[in-house]
């Protein structure tokens, strides 16, 4: 790492308490004890998904997961996960530093509950405006994640985001950007305009490490920007968080899917909030079948953008050298 790019991710790798101010983000069933741990032993900062996991299986994981790493790594959760409370237990349980919180505003009591432990929160700020109102309210970083990312996306594109959000933030806070980075030189980049750091996911789903199918692999090493799109909302009744995937008959199964669920809220059988929870438990299904079962035709092969510059199978050490010798070839002389 050359002495430019050290400089401007001091902040975050102290933040982080890890050597590189690189996080891999969470990624449902992919990011799991041996992917996370990977990351943090390279000098990263690995997240464990936590997703629809009930207690014990976090339990087990961060357990797991400290077994194979000495270093710091964080746990993704879900706000909308209903045993949210309790996970935030398991997390007190570990000691783990840091918690991110993912899938919409953190609800009340959540950010304090997760301060009171003693650990750090990371909460995504899809706004300028939200990203105020979530560092008033108590998170310690954020994180702008663009349209170009691979999962559950917003509206706007990482570029725009990173240029309304961080001349405003990023001088007195930590601030990672997420979304479409596949190279050094946009983290350079990135890293000039204020960030602290940087997330990606894409580019370490197909890593070594990870455990994800070999045809889920394979499919992301085929896969070009153009074919990672995001998920098209059908009935303007049900509002359905856009999801980013590699294009398959699974794209279509989630149509009909938006059709039954907007069936049931017609008939009264669900309220809103029971809807979208089975969109989500949709998702969670389909990108299980993808990840572990190796299900490509109808599992949801979730992916960003920048899954065009995925080629190969490689080590997650090797992914994060790249990466920071293409930064810093991108900074010097500037
Ligand atoms: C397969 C897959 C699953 C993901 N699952 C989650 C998740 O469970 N929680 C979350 O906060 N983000 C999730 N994400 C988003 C990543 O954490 C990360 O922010 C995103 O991949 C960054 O953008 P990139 O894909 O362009 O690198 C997922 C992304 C992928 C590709």
């Known amino acids: 790492m050359t002495d430019k790019t050290k400089a401007l991710m001091a902040r975050g790798a102290a933040f982080l308490g890890s050597e590189h101010a690189i996080l891999c983000g969470a990624m449902s ?74 899938g919409g505003l953190p609800p009340k009591g959540s950010l304090e509950a997760i301060k009171e432990i003693g650990a750090k929160v990371i909460c995504f700020a899809p706004t300028l405006a939200l990203g105020k109102k979530l560092l008033r309210s108590g998170a310690d970083a954020l994180v702008i994640e663009g349209h170009e990312a691979g999962g559950h996306i917003g509206p706007v594109s990482t570029s725009v985001l990173a240029q309304e959000i961080l001349p405003e933030l990023a001088a007195d806070n930590i601030v990672f950007v997420a979304g479409g980075i596949g190279r050094g030189e946009a983290i350079a980049s990135y890293l000039e305009m204020g960030a602290s750091g940087v997330q990606l996911g894409t580019r370490f789903a197909a890593a070594t490490e990870s455990i994800a199918h070999p045809d889920f692999k394979k499919a992301f090493f085929r896969g070009h920007a153009r074919d990672a799109m995001p998920s098209v909302q059908v009935d303007a009744r049900l509002p359905v968080i856009p999801v980013r995937a590699l294009k398959n008959k699974g794209t ?80 010097q002389g500037r």
């Open 29 to 102: 069933w992919v990011s799991e004890r041996n992917l996370v741990a990977a990351i943090s032993n390279a000098g990263g900062f690995g997240v464990i998904a936590c997703g629809a996991m009930t207690p014990e299986l976090l339990d087990a994981e961060i357990a797991a997961t400290a077994a194979l790493t000495g270093k710091p790594f964080g746990v993704n959760l879900i706000t909308m996960h209903p045993k949210l409370f309790e996970l935030i237990e398991v997390c007190a349980k570990h000691k783990v530093t840091h918690v991110v919180l993912a």
């Open 252 to 331: 279509e199964e989630f149509t009909a899917k938006q059709r039954e669920v907007a069936a049931k809220l017609d008939a009264g059988e669900v309220d809103m909030h029971e809807a979208q929870l089975l969109i989500e438990r949709f998702w969670a299904g389909a990108l299980r079948r993808a990840v572990i079962d190796g299900d490509v035709e109808s599992g949801s092969l979730m992916a960003g953008q920048s899954v065009g510059m995925v080629t190969k199978e490689e080590p997650v050490a090797d992914i994060i050298t790249q990466l920071l010798d293409e930064c810093g070839a991108a900074l």
